[in-house]
């Protein structure tokens, strides 16, 4: 069974096409690692998945049924954490707001319900940021609550929307072995998107690279090369091996890196490759 089929999916947000007579299965129980840079869409294909965008033309079937909103299946975890409430409220409450028959200041949840929020807590080996506010917690803490929170409603489907950003290497090392560990242990089928490939490339079953309104899905012996990359690019494109990692460089610089540079801030310089470019070189924030 797939757990996403697109058949001739084009995604528009207003008139602007972001994806193109797209046509693609992805296969349940696998984890794979959603790229391309800036704007190509992973957002948007993440959003359609979920019901929460009209196609503008084809069809999207998740786990055999027509996409639609509001589908219990479906595990998501946003990009922007503006969904992150006032953060005096605790780990519990935060995860448990996403429950059934939770109401903002009557934290009155049904037995069946509080099982949920702290088996989830469990899951994400959280248990002891339940009575912590949000406020005292880490940037890696949180990203646990955020997927403690995906989970509510054990999904078979988890998309997970740049779940690494703002987090310094080894952390996102951590992030990426728990969600490993659990599409491997629950068996579910996991889109994770990023904005670089490195951090993914141990975890990941296929890569599904966007860019230029098309889609590549396949393993990443097939998709991160030259003439594949350069078609989503739109430019000439060099792929580099070096050590177990691979860069993607557009005439010398590192194309997924130079993008997404100013999203890190400076949170972990010892990220930056290009330490000579100016901030007003870097991209619009
Ligand atoms: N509400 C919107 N209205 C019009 N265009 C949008 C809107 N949101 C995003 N876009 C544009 O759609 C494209 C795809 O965005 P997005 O899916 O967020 O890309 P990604 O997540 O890969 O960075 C971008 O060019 C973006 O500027
Ligand atoms: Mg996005």
Redesign the pocket.
Known sequence: MNAIALRKLTLA??S?I?LADISLDIPAGQFVGVL??????????M?AVLGLLTPKSGSIRVLGEPATRGNPNIGYRP?TASSLPGLRISGWDFVASVADGFKPGLPILSAAAREQVRRALERVGAEKLANRPLAELSGGERQRLLLAQALIGDPKLLLL??PLISLDPRRQQEVVELVKGLQRDLGITVLF?AHELNPLLNAIDQVLY?GNGQAALGPVETVITPPVLSKLYGAPIDVIHVQGRIFVMSGGHDVERDEHRHEHGHDHPQAHGHESMSQEDSPHV
Do not use: C, I, M, Y
């Open positions: 947000l207003g602007r972001v391309g840079p800036n704007g190509a869409g992973k957002t948007t294909l959003r990009q929307d740049e998107s966007l």
